[in-house]
Nanobody, 125 residues
Framework: QVQLVESGGGLVQAGGSLRLSCAASGPTFSSYVMGWFRQAPGKEREFVASITWSGGSTTYADSVKGRFTISRGNAKNTVYLQMNNLKPEDPAVYYC??????????????????WGQGTQVTVSS
């Protein structure tokens, strides 16, 4: 099981930026794709972005395209989510997840095997 720890959440004004990090440890060789999801109170968990470890192929939800950027570190142990121009609809707990090849490009949380504990993002207007 891959262990995932998110960090970087916090409070930011609308239009501001935050950078989330996800540190992976354990058998990271078993994961093929890393994803970010978010869940706001009373809402279902939704896909934000994903990136494959090999090749760095990325996928984004329409709601964050052009504002958020997912990237990976050189070592296979860190994934980032750069969030720019944050909007009032972006606040949520953001989760990092690791998944096998079947999780690539589909944005389904059920396809991912391992999850972090989440980090809170709050946007003030």
């Amino acid at each position: 099981q891959v262990q995932l720890v998110e960090s970087g959440g916090g409070l930011v004004q609308a239009g501001g930026s935050l950078r989330l990090s996800c540190a992976a440890s354990g058998p990271t060789f078993s994961s093929y794709v890393m994803g970010w999801f978010r869940q706001a109170p009373g809402k279902e968990r939704e896909f934000v972005a994903s990136i494959t470890w090999s090749g760095g192929s990325t996928t984004y939800a329409d709601s964050v395209k052009g504002r958020f950027t997912i990237s990976r570190g050189n070592a296979k142990n860190t994934v980032y989510l750069q969030m720019n121009n944050l909007k009032p609809e972006d606040p949520a707990v953001y989760y990092c997840a690791a998944g096998p090849p079947r999780a690539v490009g589909v944005g389904l949380s059920a396809r991912y095997d391992d999850w972090g504990q989440g980090t809170q993002v709050t946007v003030s207007s």
